[in-house]
């Protein structure tokens, strides 16, 4: 288990309430946790990622995608969550190549060296979503490639959070406008929102 805590900030969401949030549903989680391998299989073709890759997996829990990234024989994974109960977890699973940090990733400096960046199932828990996609660009080398993406259609992902979550949740944006936003940084070649997953994916311009 290799897990590093570092210390988290505030924002327009509470960070303190999304930290307590996820900390207290972490000893849950994987038990409820639905995996639908050919859904993520499609999203992390989406990604990019592949053999050799280098991989930043934003907001990880409990580290569902690791298996997939351990199947595609990716170079590294950094897997970053602001909870600690959650990295906790997802350090018990964490085999090489993955390294597992508890953290808030906008606090976290660039390193600009990335292949690939996947935010699943976790956009709308930031609050700022132009902020969050710029301060990524900055980890992602030039021709990297940045994913947001949710195994379940857009009003799904609106009425999930919409219950117990509302507090730690923004409204998830219609994949046009967050492509728009993604546009000041990334050429977006994928767009996907139907009634199964929400992709939005680019590469990083030079």
């Keep these: 288990m290799d897990v590093h805590c570092m210390e988290s900030g505030r924002a327009a969401i509470d960070k303190k309430d999304i930290i307590e949030f996820f900390d207290e549903l972490a000893p849950g989680w994987d038990h409820d946790l639905v995996v639908d391998t050919a859904k993520i299989n499609t999203i992390l073709d989406a990604a990019g990622v592949r053999e050799n890759s280098r991989v930043l997996d934003v907001a990880c829990g409990t580290g569902v995608l690791f298996p997939f990234y351990r199947q595609r024989r990716v170079a590294e994974v950094l897997a970053v969550d602001i909870s600690a109960e959650m990295t906790r977890i997802a350090g018990e699973k964490a085999l090489s190549p993955i390294r ?79 492509a728009e936003i993604f546009g000041h940084w990334f050429t977006v070649d994928v767009m996907v929102s139907d009634e199964e997953k929400y992709i939005v994916s680019g590469i990083r311009k030079d």
């Design 100 to 178: 597992v940090v508890c953290g808030d990733m906008e606090a976290m400096p660039g390193t600009g060296d990335f292949d690939c960046c996947v935010i699943y199932n976790a956009f709308p828990h930031f609050p700022d979503p132009a902020r969050l996609v710029r301060h990524l660009s900055g980890w992602l080398k030039p021709g990297g490639r940045l994913t947001v993406a949710h195994s379940m259609s857009l009003e799904q992902l609106n009425q999930h959070h919409s219950g117990r979550a509302a507090k730690v949740s923004m409204g998830m944006l219609p994949a046009e406008e967050l």
